[in-house]
């Protein structure tokens, strides 16, 4: 298959779509998306502002303490874990500009992975060198048939071995939108789906043979 040519109504409606979390500059970027690890994207949307305006650059943040930051993120999930990894990040760091934006950088520092990592190089313009892999691209891409693992690590290579490198963060974006949206855990909303002509769960079920399992998990 030439999934790239494949995957083209998918990259037109999801591809250039902005990601749901809210930010304005790298510096929020990173720390919304570390603070939303498995927590919503609409939670740390609505108390990112204040937070941002307490902490509005890494300066800021790098002389904060866990208790300055527990009345801005104290409800988020596992705050004390992200509180520390922020101010560890804040104080190697120390100024804006100093924010790495490459894969082997980014993963260098506390609280963020190879998928988190994906989403900073992606949404900030950066060249991909990897492929975003969320709970939803774990799911999706193994019901496509674009990947066969249920590991986050190998999906995300068996995507790179399928696409163009020009389309990673875009694939992998798109794929997380049509989890979110249409291709859901359970009742997928197949018959709606830009892709459903090639995806591989979607001719088994209409063949009555079922896909069950493929669900998957994703990874920071």
């Not at 520390?84 to 100093?98: C, G, P």
């Not at 949404?123 to 892999?133: D, F, L, Q, T």
Request: aromatic share 6%; net charge positive.
């Amino acid at each position: 298959m030439d999934w790239t040519k494949d995957l083209a109504p998918l990259l037109k409606k999801y591809g250039k779509r902005k990601h749901p979390l809210e930010y304005a500059n790298l510096y929020q970027l990173v720390v919304v998306v570390i603070l939303s690890a498995r927590s919503s994207d609409v939670i740390i949307n609505k108390l990112s502002p204040a937070f941002f305006r307490a902490f509005p650059s890494m300066k800021e943040l790098s002389r904060a303490t866990l208790d300055d930051l527990e009345p801005y993120i104290g409800k988020v999930i596992k705050f004390k874990d992200k509180a520390n990894w922020l101010i560890s990040i804040a104080k190697t760091v120390k100024d804006d500009a100093h924010i790495p934006t490459t894969l082997d950088e980014l993963v260098k520092l506390p609280g963020i992975g190879r998928k988190s990592a994906n989403v900073i190089i992606g949404e900030s313009g950066g060249k991909a060198e990897g492929v975003i892999v969320d709970l939803h691209v774990a799911r999706v891409a193994p019901r496509l048939g674009i990947a066969k693992s249920t590991k986050p690590e190998k999906i995300e290579q068996e995507i790179m071995a399928a696409i163009s490198q020009k389309y990673w963060h875009a694939a992998g974006m798109g794929m997380t939108f049509l989890g979110r949206e249409i291709c859901r855990p359970t009742n997928p909303k197949c018959p709606e789906c830009v892709v459903n002509n090639v995806c591989e769960y979607y001719k088994q079920s209409q063949s009555g043979t079922g896909t069950k399992g493929k669900s998957g998990k994703g990874s920071s």
